[in-house]
């Protein structure tokens, strides 16, 4: 009788599978689960066309530490301000490094390069925050929402330890900013106005003095 020689392993079999792989898939499903979790809070999150929901839309971005986050949030006079500054202050920077004299030159576009460098006015608006310490502000005060009070085109989203924050509905798109800051805003806007003017006047001087 022929005899049957046993199976001889087949040595490209896949290896098993070592604490390493496990651990691999464990992160990954960790992440996934992290992920997922995120993405249903935010999609149950209320619309930004409410009050309650533009306000944690806030909380969100104060919690990562982005003031940028949370530019579409302001009202639209703030944001408008944000613009006007970053403009002035470029055209200012301009006209610096263009007619002022050393050291004025050199001091003055430094004082104006932050602002008038930004891209958008979202990046203004996280400058301005952070020099002003909006963000810690903000992070001792915030905390989930205790009742919206509601009239017409403002509201005021009042926490669970009292502090009041006020909105105000975006006529143009139906979101809800905040209105919090936009006196400063506004302030620092026309503040940056009256600079442009006197630089622009000041640069003039000095463009006619040099035709002498």
Not at 13 to 23: E, F, S
Not at 180 to 186: P, S
Request: aromatic share 10%; net charge positive.
């Amino acid at each position: 009788m022929t005899s049957v020689a046993p199976p001889v392993a087949d040595s490209k079999a896949t290896p098993r599978r070592g604490p390493r792989n496990v651990l691999r898939w464990l992160v990954l499903a960790a992440a996934l689960i992290a992920a997922l979790s995120w993405g249903w809070s935010w999609y149950r999150y209320p619309s930004d066309r409410t009050p309650q929901g533009a306000y944690l839309r806030i909380v969100t971005a104060v919690n990562r530490g982005r003031p940028e986050d949370f530019f579409a949030y302001l009202e639209t006079p703030a944001q408008h301000a944000c613009y006007s500054i970053r403009d002035y202050r470029k055209r200012a920077r301009e006209r610096v490094l263009a007619s002022y004299p050393e050291p004025e030159r050199t001091q003055l576009a430094a004082a104006y390069a932050e602002d008038a460098a930004a891209p958008d006015g979202a990046d203004v608006f996280a400058a301005f925050a952070r020099r002003r310490g909006y963000m810690s502000r903000l992070r001792r005060d915030m905390s989930g929402i205790a009742s919206v009070e509601q009239r017409g085109e403002r509201a005021t989203v009042i926490t669970g330890r009292g502090t009041r924050y006020p909105l105000r509905i975006r006529p143009e798109n139906g979101i809800w900013g905040l209105t919090l800051f936009t006196a400063e805003l506004v302030a620092e806007a026309e503040h940056a106005a009256r600079d442009f003017a006197l630089v622009d006047k000041a640069a003039a001087d000095y463009e006619r003095s040099k035709l002498r």
